[in-house]
């Protein structure tokens, strides 16, 4: 079966095609980041974001056909997000799949933009074993998922302020450095000794597995200015350094401590910030020394992406065949009675 998926929640208006059954493949992925738009205010504007979808999404669906080799008439479902994400973005993804599924009579499937994050590990690893948790961390989310199978998650713990993506985001903008913030902390990570500086990790008052990253930025900016530490100094990658480490322990400890009381057979780690080369190489380590069976999404598939709609989409096709999300519009009433009712097309 061959699938579009169409992504547009954030800043990345994206589409792909999957070809799912027999052969399991990506055929074609065209993202289009807007990076260098939102880039100048230190964050996404949404305004911005949505009219830049909307001038994108038609070209970016006739190169991905044409880079799969096929034409609309071989596409066989569509596959959307319909949220979490910025309305205005998600609006105009939404309208272009109704339109797309009306002319060309296909069926349409809406996902859960944070379930795909974890589905796209099974992208490159359909052998992924249930029960499992799954870390997703990126911009928008921070939080740990049990799945007894697929469809059936609980959430375990999730930030009780920031994103672990958008504090790496918020120090960079506080320094000037750019956006978004996790790719260039990355980078200068080389720079710097991560063992110079300390950072206390968080404990909840109520002793609960949820996360909090804000007081590391508050750590961060006290200790940038105790010391008059400046941009572009060896103190100052040296900070950078021990903040990044120090935030992957963190999100490590959680996780290996929430996987301890489970009976999971497999940890997936996904989302914008998994894409992070020090958190891959320590969670690796880590898991391996463990023995627990570690699913990283491919960096490619690690921030926003088609492909992994599009592979959950087929999915859940297959689990709800009867379900009918073409009258979908978009709020939350919708989007939570839309998984209970069941609606047939
Ligand atoms: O999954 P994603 O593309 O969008 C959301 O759903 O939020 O994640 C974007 C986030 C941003 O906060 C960005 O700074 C972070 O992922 N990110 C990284 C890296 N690449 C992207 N963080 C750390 N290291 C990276 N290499
Ligand atoms: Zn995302």
Redesign the pocket.
Known sequence: MYILGIES??D?TAVAVVERGDKNAVLAEQIKSQVDLHSPYGGIVPEIAARTHCAAIDLLTRQALRQAGLGIDDIEMLALTLGPGLVGSLLIGLAFAKGMALAHDLPLVAVD?ITA?IEAPFISHQEIAYPLLALVV????TSLFYLEEKFNSRVIAKTRDD?A??I??KVAKHFGLGY????L??ELFVKGDPEKFTFKMPRMSDGGPDFSFSGYKSALLRQAQALAIQPGSQDFYDLLASFLSALVNYLIHKTLAAAKGLPVRSLIVS???S???L?RQRFSRECTHLNIPLYLAEPRY???NAAMIAWLGYEKYLAYPSLNYFDLYLNSYSRASFRESGKHR
Not at 180 to 183: D, E, I, K, M, T
């Open positions: 929640s954030c990345e933009h994050h990126s911009g928008g989310h994103a993506g958008e790496m985001d978004p913030g996790g790719p902390l990355d989302g914008g910030v894409r992070n080369s958190l690690c921030t926003d």
